[in-house]
């Protein structure tokens, strides 16, 4: 029997990292776990997903991570640690939460809560 509405297509498949989740639990060893997927791009602009799984790293602060440019993916020939990144992350959190509750308390009503 033919395969219902058979196609033959066009298109591109790739794997991708689609989420980076840093794990910072209280007690336990900080982790990047990247979660992976299939893209698959048809020529008429029609994509599909598929989940491919998560790769882990555990926190090592004074691993080396080699630089890539985003656009080309070639090495730059420049490294940070894990450290420097966890600093960036750090930081990027705290003035992130900083500017949040200092927005907070300028949009708070002066009068509400004070004493006579």
């Not at 776990?33 to 799984?53: I, N, Y």
Request: proline fraction near 7%; charge should be negative.
């Amino acid at each position: 029997m033919p395969n219902y509405k058979e196609q033959t297509v066009t298109g591109e498949s790739w794997q991708r990292c689609q989420q980076v989740v840093v794990e910072n639990h209280r007690g336990s060893d900080p982790a990047v776990r990247f979660d992976e997927e299939r893209v698959v791009a048809l020529a008429d602009g029609e994509e599909s997903r598929k989940p491919l799984g998560s790769l882990v790293m555990p926190y090592d602060p004074s691993a080396p991570i080699e630089l890539r440019d985003p656009v080309s993916g070639d090495l730059t020939g420049e490294s940070v640690t894990q450290a420097d990144v966890y600093q960036i992350l750090y930081s990027a959190y705290m003035n992130a939460a900083i500017a949040r509750d200092e927005a907070a308390l300028s949009t708070e009503d002066p009068t509400a809560g004070g004493t006579a």
